[in-house]
């Protein structure tokens, strides 16, 4: 097939996929070692990752045919991915609201950065720490602050009861302990 018939675009074929969710706030509150890891991200990107790839594409182009060249091909479509990435990470690095949790070390109350051990309807004891939207880890027992579950939490004591509202109705959540990193850790 003639060049002349064939479409290179630099268009992304997922443009199309949703934002992420506007935080209520339009703040993204995030803790100093939360903000250095994305930071670190976007800055290796920009400075290796990307360059990288750039001389990939360059190398690739220069051989000719683009059409079949699959070095070429991938090296577009990781490019777009790449850009893609550092703009969220941008997005959300412009509006990040870094926080020290360490002013609430020795605090009973649940702040954001809070470590909570909470007890359930049945008695079952769970621990979270409520961090920010880019940096929570479910697999490490880390919930982000806009979560039910860190919503319900958020303000409370120890020894309050909360309520948390779930598909099937409602649960009471006894707050046992709140903890915080202490200053300069």
């Not at 479409?7 to 703040?27: H, I, K």
């Not at 939490?153 to 009471?172: I, T």
């Amino acid at each position: 097939m003639s060049k002349a018939f064939t479409r290179e675009t630099d268009a992304d074929e997922d443009d199309d996929l949703p934002e992420p969710a506007v935080l209520p706030t339009g703040v993204n509150y995030i803790t100093r070692a939360g903000y250095d890891r994305l930071r670190a991200e976007l800055m290796a990107l920009i400075d290796d990752e990307r360059p990288r790839i750039v001389e990939i594409v360059h190398w690739a182009a220069s051989n000719g045919d683009r059409s079949e060249n699959g070095d070429y091909l991938y090296g577009k479509k990781r490019l777009r991915e790449i850009d893609r990435r550092i703009r969220f990470l941008t997005r959300r690095l412009e509006i990040a609201e870094v926080v020290d949790c360490s002013q609430h070390h020795g605090s009973d109350q649940v702040f954001f950065g809070a470590t909570v051990t909470y007890a359930d309807d049945e008695g079952k004891e769970t621990t979270v720490t409520i961090l920010g939207v880019d940096e929570a880890d479910s697999a490490r027992h880390e919930i982000s602050w806009v979560s039910p579950v860190a919503r319900a939490l958020l303000k409370a004591r120890v020894g309050d009861l909360v309520r948390l509202v779930v598909p099937g109705g409602s649960q009471e959540l006894e707050i046992l302990s709140v903890s915080y990193p202490a200053p300069g850790s």
